[in-house]
């Protein structure tokens, strides 16, 4: 009989975007397994995983300006910003991202999500999208346990945004909004911080993704099923979720954040 699988407890341990498809495709990727009990939260700022820049250090990915971001007049206060950044979200990547953004702090739970994705954790109560619908189901019992890839069909409404998203002018939406985007990452303890280079890195961790194409066993060492693999469970969390999603709507996701990442940056991919 089917059960349902469950992440790791966030204490034990992304789109609409990852940024924007990390903004829509990685923020996609907020699909939280949950427990029967309340998840944990863990504080919204966390024990950096590379040293914050110091003013001494280069910046890796500049943002392009191009004289139409200038142009589009002052930006609101981060504080003040949903519903801008949701109007504008909505105009580049079509009216259904709407129904899957969380409405408050939209950027500022963006830039949290994005700046744990390459660690263990995720601030679950700060994830800047709804979790997919239905359940999770794998096949087998509590001892012996596969993932369905029945499952994979719970992700395919919103990778199916992501598919015909213009990640063109999804990067324009983050172009413009870019001095939130850094208010915002600062504001996590990072002074000297450049999100820009950060989401960049977090794309990169992203794309380096595995494909699994054959069955994912499940282990059950507490109340929630975790990757029997140690291999895929000592993953960073972003993987994590991509793996979840299956290798189809996982190819899908990596192929718009190869164009995200085109459009925020010159430099190709670190192999």
Do not use: C
């Amino acid at each position: 009989m089917p059960d349902q699988f469950y992440d790791k407890p966030m204490l034990s341990k992304p789109m609409i975007g990852v940024g924007l498809a990390v903004v829509v495709a990685a923020g996609g990727g907020w699909w939280y397994w949950h427990s029967h009990a309340p998840l944990p939260t863990v504080p919204a700022s966390v024990e950096p995983s590379v040293p914050a820049a110091t003013p001494e250090d280069r910046i890796e990915h500049p943002v392009p300006v191009g004289p139409d971001v200038a142009s589009q007049g002052p930006l609101p206060d981060l504080g003040d910003s949903d519903k801008a950044i949701s109007d504008a979200l909505g105009e580049a990547a079509g009216a259904g991202v709407a129904q899957y953004l969380v409405p408050e702090s939209i950027i500022r739970h963006i830039v949290v999500t994005v700046d744990n994705m390459p660690r263990q954790k995720l601030a679950v109560d700060k994830r800047p999208v709804v979790p997919a619908a239905g359940t999770i189901v794998a096949n087998g019992d509590e001892l012996h346990a596969t993932l369905d890839s029945r499952n994979f069909r719970r992700y395919e409404p919103m990778v199916d945004i992501i598919r015909k998203a213009d990640m063109q002018r999804l990067a324009a939406v983050y172009l413009r909004f870019y001095p939130l985007f850094q208010k915002a990452y600062q504001g996590l303890g990072y002074p000297n911080g450049y999100f820009n280079d950060r989401l960049v890195q977090v794309i990169d961790v992203l794309l380096a993704t595995p494909q699994i194409t054959g069955p994912i066993e499940l282990a059950r060492p507490n109340v929630m099923y975790v990757f029997a693999d140690p291999a895929l469970e000592s993953r960073p969390a972003g993987q994590k979720m991509l793996i979840r999603m299956g290798p189809d709507n996982a190819a899908e996701v990596k192929a718009k954040l190869m164009e995200l990442r085109a459009s925020i940056t010159a430099a190709p991919p670190r192999r």
